[in-house]
């Protein structure tokens, strides 16, 4: 069975770091690019980044560039997102989700069922 | 940056019926459009993808089409389950990829 699982949300506070990770299983990891998208509770979707299967292509959304990083781990079939800066627009549930291919950026399938990150003084 | 804009933000039917929800993109996305269906405190599932392609095990009774900047999905008759949050998304011009803001389903 592919599945995703997230970890390493929690609550930091305005201006503090957090990594969250994201460890698949059920198939070939280092055959897939991975991304990270994020939803406020109630609101919509928003996608924040993405990585290559190989780690040689890697985009983060403008609202994060700078703060944000993202990086994997192929030999522990496990993606990164380092979080920097975090502001209280951070706030928000954080998903990884698969791409279709190694290094196109497509669909999301599967997605993990997320990592609560909360940014409060 | 494409603009996907999803209509109405809240639909009422009734079971047994038919649902059509839109998804506009702010400009030609092709036919490079996903469909994802979040139900409450679930993570979003992927429906539909290249506009028109059900996802393995999808029941027929969804139904994606439209290309360039017009998409919708169809749901024949409705079932308790299909009440939830859809989401489009579009692929062909990223970063970044981005998603329409959302149609609530909900019992009428």
């Known amino acids: 069975e592919v599945q995703l699982v997230e970890s390493g949300g929690g609550l930091v506070q305005p201006g503090g770091s957090l990594k969250l990770s994201c460890a698949a299983s059920?198939?070939?990891?280092?055959?897939?690019?991975m991304n990270w998208v994020r939803q406020v509770p109630g609101m919509g979707l928003e996608w924040v980044s993405f990585?290559?299967?190989?780690?040689?292509?890697?985009y983060l959304a403008d609202s994060v560039k700078g703060r944000f990083t993202i990086s994997r781990d192929n030999s522990k079939d496990t993606v990164y997102l380092q979080m920097s800066n975090l502001t209280a627009e951070d706030t928000a549930l954080y998903y990884c989700?698969?791409?279709?291919?190694?290094?196109?950026?497509?669909?999301?399938?599967?997605w993990g069922q997320g990592t609560l990150v909360t940014v409060s003084a | 940056e494409i603009v996907m804009t999803q209509s109405p933000a809240i639909l009422s039917v009734s079971p047994g019926e038919r649902a059509t929800l839109s998804c506009r993109a702010s400009?030609?996305?092709?036919?490079?459009v996903a469909w994802y269906q979040q139900r409450p405190g679930q993570a979003p599932r992927l429906l539909i993808y290249?506009?028109?392609t059900r996802s393995t095990g999808l029941p027929a009774r969804f139904s994606g089409r439209g290309s360039g900047t017009e998409f919708t999905l169809t749901i024949s008759s409705l079932q308790s389950e299909d009440f939830a949050v859809y989401y489009c998304?579009?692929?062909?011009?990223?970063?970044?990829?981005?998603f329409g803001q959302g149609t609530k389903l909900e019992i009428k």
């Open positions: 989700a698969r791409d279709p291919w190694a290094a196109a950026g497509n669909w999301f399938d599967p």
């Open positions: 059920g198939f070939i990891f280092n055959n897939f690019a």
């Open positions: 990585i290559s299967a190989n780690g040689d292509r890697r």
């Open positions: 400009q030609s996305v092709s036919t490079n």
């Open positions: 290249g506009a028109s």
């Open positions: 998304q579009q692929y062909n011009n990223w970063p970044p990829f981005t």
